[in-house]
């Protein structure tokens, strides 16, 4: 079966821009393959404080929807959890608007960071998967364990699994948008939350959100791994 594209989504970057420059184009390449049209929201931070939007503009071009740049005293530098759910809902305010304002709703919102590298399938041709409202792909979610405990099954991660088993290999999310109205609403949440590992510590959310399901399928890449500066040198960021 031929993918059909989706009409249009959103793609939500938040985190520190750090390598984005020198990935843009596979971001660009791998939604376009999804979608007619794909608008991109850029919520990022800078520390120092050297970035400009004209700095950004270049490698989305018309793709760019919103972008915002904050140092990261204005959302507490020592909690990258309630860092990345600050940015969130920013960018989700700004979608809402700009859907209000344009009179549509985006068929998808994917929630994901400026410095990955999705690592992915060329074949389109699988069928991106229709997702109901509080459905969500997470990328890495079939995984269990911890870093000393990692355990392979064949289903997701469920609240009743508990807290020690839950684990996210990076940072990629697919929803409809009115989950992601939603989910990007978790601010309040992590405010005063201890941070640990990002990676599992938006664990008491989907505990205290149990209304959240995650998918049991997955989209066409095949990971979605943090590029740093050395990797961006050594050109391993291609795909």
Known sequence: MDFVKFDRIAVVLVGHYRTFSRLNDQYIWFFKNLANKVDYYMYVWDDPLTLTLRDISPYLGNYL????????????????????????????????KVEQDENFVYDYVVETRPDLRLRHQNDFS???????????????????????????????????????????????????????????????????????DFHKDLCPYFISNPQFVFSKHNDVIEGAIAVSEKDVLENNHRR
């Not at 915002?68 to 920013?90: F, G």
């Open 65 to 96: 929807k919103k972008c915002e740049i904050v140092n990261t005293n204005d959302c507490r530098s020592d909690n990258k959890i309630y860092r990345l759910s600050y940015l969130a809902a920013k960018a989700q305010k700004a979608k809402l």
């Open 126 to 196: 699988k069928h991106f998967v229709g997702l109901q409202d509080n459905e969500i792909i997470v990328e890495g979610a079939d995984w269990l364990g911890s870093y000393d405990r990692w355990k392979e099954v064949d289903r997701k991660w469920v609240p009743s699994d508990g807290a020690d088993t839950f684990f996210t290999t990076n940072w990629y999310f697919r929803m409809t948008s009115n989950t992601y109205n939603q989910f990007a609403d978790r601010q309040d949440f992590y405010k005063d939350f201890k941070y640990t």
